[in-house]
């Protein structure tokens, strides 16, 4: 069965940190392209950020450009979202995605980022 759980949500004040996890399993975790999204109260769920199988190419958002750096580590099926300098408008809930066989979507249940001014 394909899972992806995340977790390393909470409540930061502005300006803070958080390190955000997302444990998969049930495939081939390092053959494939892993992306973080995020869905705030309101608007529509869009991507933050994407990293290779190999971890060599990665792309943001241009909100969170210089700010958020994802990375993976295939040894452990886990695909990290290191979110610094947040600010309010990062509040939401984050997602994490891989699609397999260029069409099938798999979600986790997403974990809450909530920052406070």
């Known amino acids: 069965q394909v899972q992806l759980v995340e977790s390393g949500g909470g409540l930061v004040q502005s300006g803070g940190s958080l390190r955000l996890s997302c444990a998969a399993s049930?495939?081939?975790?390092?053959?494939?392209?892993m992306s973080w999204h995020r869905q705030a109260p309101g608007k529509e769920r869009e991507l933050v950020a994407g990293i290779s199988a190999s971890g060599g190419s990665t792309n943001y958002a241009d909100s969170v450009k210089g700010r958020f750096t994802i990375s993976r580590d295939n040894a452990k099926n886990t695909v990290y979202l290191q979110m610094n300098s947040l600010k309010p408008e990062d509040t939401a809930v984050y997602y994490c995605n891989v699609r397999r066989f260029g069409r099938t979507d798999t979600w986790g249940q997403g974990t809450q980022v909530t920052v406070s001014s």
């Open positions: 049930g495939f081939t975790f390092s053959i494939y392209y």
